[in-house]
């Protein structure tokens, strides 16, 4: 497998191979996934050596001296991070580690699982050589996560979460022991050491992949969700309806290397049915007790905490824990707090403009996720994200004012009125007729 022809044909590949010297390695995923031949999604390089040069010779760079690192962007979206090669040790479980430099091979040994601890030479002598830690090799050819030493979940528990994305995402089976340590790690309390803001980047990265409601559901099955917040849980089927639902919301529609030579690695297979068998069933044990916590990235994910006393005060709290933003915070306690107050009122909606009142204060994840929960609300959702959210009037407040009508409230409210008709269906989808209705009370 020609790793480095592959390697140039990538975003920033050609720019990287050009400006490379000896020591410098390309290292962890993207060796991983160039073996299981998919396309990386970034690019890590390991210099044992002058890393900061290496940068400058890429590009402008953002440098991070603590951790002898720098992120060069280069245009057309490319993203390559620089790193010298280096040991961690850590003051204390879940801290930030303390690094010096080191040879290549202690850094492969202070990765996260073997099938990342993995470099490929680009320059020199060795280039084109692939270099591993024990068992990085057939760990990768069986499709199998194994961490590399026994308090590796302890030193860093955000690897809980990752070893969930790349169970997934991956289609590996986590090795025996590694997934004692897990379980060890999560009863243990390993995730309480971590700050909230550390937690929060892996759960946001949970939530970008592929198919997040898998890797969920993995988190769950785990007990890392409830190590988050002990009363935060996640139920498949009823994501999957919310999903469904939402697609219709007009927002979501818009020659081999010689050296240590790992040969190539299986393809990543399809984690799917697999994680769908895993995850919890929805239930229906009384729509009251399962208010739900909606996050926005990329797609609408739901997850959910019992009930409280304030729901949206508490999916508030945790969040900020999590250093979401206001923005994603505010939406998403908002939709929480509503879902309840829904799944009875949107039944009971019985003329579109009375729907239109009910849900036009919440955000369409709340909408969607009451229609997830009980089926005699699903119609109604439905209909409000995949069609009268859309319905608009031909006219505006300058055509009101163009008719005499005095700059004030009174236009909102006439705009108001002839869109609640215009929903009901009293109104044609003409300009002409709109605007006679909202001038009807004038003179």
Same mark, same amino acid.
């Given at each position: 497998m020609d790793l480095l022809g592959r390697l140039g044909e990538l975003p920033g590949g050609e720019r990287l191979l050009a400006a490379a010297t000896p020591g410098a390695y390309l290292v962890g995923g993207a060796v991983r996934d160039l073996l299981l031949g998919q396309a990386p999604r970034e690019l890590d390089v390991v210099v044992e050596g002058d890393a900061a040069a290496l940068a400058a010779a890429l590009g402008a760079a953002v440098e991070h001296p603590r951790f002898g690192t720098a992120l060069v962007e280069l245009p057309g979206g490319a993203r390559i991070d620089v790193a010298r090669a280096r040991r961690e040790r850590y003051a204390a479980p879940g801290a930030l580690p303390d690094v010096e430099p080191a040879s290549l091979a202690e850094d492969l040994l202070r990765r996260d699982f073997t099938v990342n601890a993995i470099a490929l030479a680009l320059a020199g002598k060795r280039r084109g050589e692939l270099r591993a830690?024990?068992?990085?090799?057939?760990?990768?050819?069986?499709?199998?996560?194994?961490?590399?030493?026994?308090?590796?979940?302890?030193?860093?528990?955000?690897?809980?979460?990752?070893?969930?994305? @790349?169970?997934?995402?991956?289609?590996?089976?986590?090795?025996?022991?590694?997934?004692?340590?897990?379980?060890?790690?999560?009863?243990?309390?390993?995730?309480?050491?971590?700050?909230?803001?550390? %937690? &929060?980047?892996?759960?946001? %990265?949970?939530?970008?992949?592929?198919?997040?409601?898998?890797?969920?559901?993995?988190?769950?099955?785990?007990?890392?969700?409830?190590?988050?917040?002990?009363?935060?849980r996640f139920e498949a089927a009823v994501l999957r309806r919310a999903v469904q639902l939402l697609a219709a919301d007009a927002e979501v529609g818009e020659g081999r290397p010689a050296g240590d030579g790992c040969t190539e690695g299986r393809p990543?297979?399809?984690?799917?049915?697999?994680?769908?068998?895993?995850?919890?069933?929805?239930?229906?044990?009384?729509?009251?007790?399962?208010? @739900?916590?909606?996050l926005r990235a990329g797609v609408p994910l739901p997850l959910a905490l019992r009930a409280g006393d304030d729901r949206g005060a508490e999916v508030a709290a945790l969040l900020d824990r999590l250093e979401f933003t206001a923005g994603e915070r505010d939406r998403?306690?908002?939709?929480?707090?509503?879902?309840?107050?829904?799944?009875?009122?949107?039944p009971r909606a019985a003329r579109p403009s009375a729907l239109?009142?009910?849900?036009?204060?919440?955000?369409?994840?709340?909408?969607?996720?009451?229609?997830?929960?009980?089926?005699?609300?699903?119609?109604?959702?439905?209909?409000?994200?995949?069609?009268?959210?859309?319905?608009?009037?031909?006219? &505006? &407040?300058?055509?009101?004012?163009?008719?005499?009508?005095?700059?004030?409230?009174?236009? &909102?409210?006439?705009?108001?009125?002839?869109?609640?008709?215009?929903?009901?269906?009293?109104?044609?989808?003409?300009?002409?007729?709109?605007?006679?209705?909202?001038?009807?009370?004038?003179?």
């Open positions: 830690a024990p068992h990085a090799c057939e760990d990768l050819r069986a499709g199998r996560l194994r961490v590399l030493h026994g308090r590796s979940f302890e030193d860093d528990p955000t690897r809980l979460l990752r070893l969930a994305r @790349y169970r997934t995402r991956l289609g590996f089976a986590v090795q025996e022991e590694t997934a004692g340590l897990a379980e060890q790690a999560v009863a243990g309390g390993a995730l309480a050491t971590v700050s909230g803001a550390r %937690l &929060g980047a892996e759960l946001r %990265l949970v939530l970008a992949e592929p198919d997040p409601v898998v890797t969920l559901a993995e988190l769950e099955r785990r007990g890392v969700l409830r190590a988050l917040h002990p009363r935060l990543a297979a399809d984690a799917h049915a697999e994680g769908r068998r895993a995850a919890p069933g929805a239930g229906r044990d009384g729509r009251a007790d399962r208010p @739900y916590l909606p998403v306690a908002a939709a929480a707090a509503a879902v309840s107050e829904l799944v009875d009122g949107l239109r009142e009910l849900v036009l204060a919440v955000p369409s994840e709340g909408v969607a996720l009451a229609g997830a929960l009980d089926e005699a609300a699903a119609a109604p959702a439905r209909r409000w994200l995949g069609e009268l959210r859309a319905v608009r009037l031909r006219i &505006g &407040g300058e055509d009101l004012l163009a008719a005499g009508v005095p700059q004030g409230p009174e236009i &909102g409210r006439r705009l108001e009125a002839t869109l609640r008709r215009r929903l009901d269906g009293e109104l044609p989808d003409e300009r002409g007729a709109q605007l006679r209705a909202a001038l009807e009370r004038h003179g």
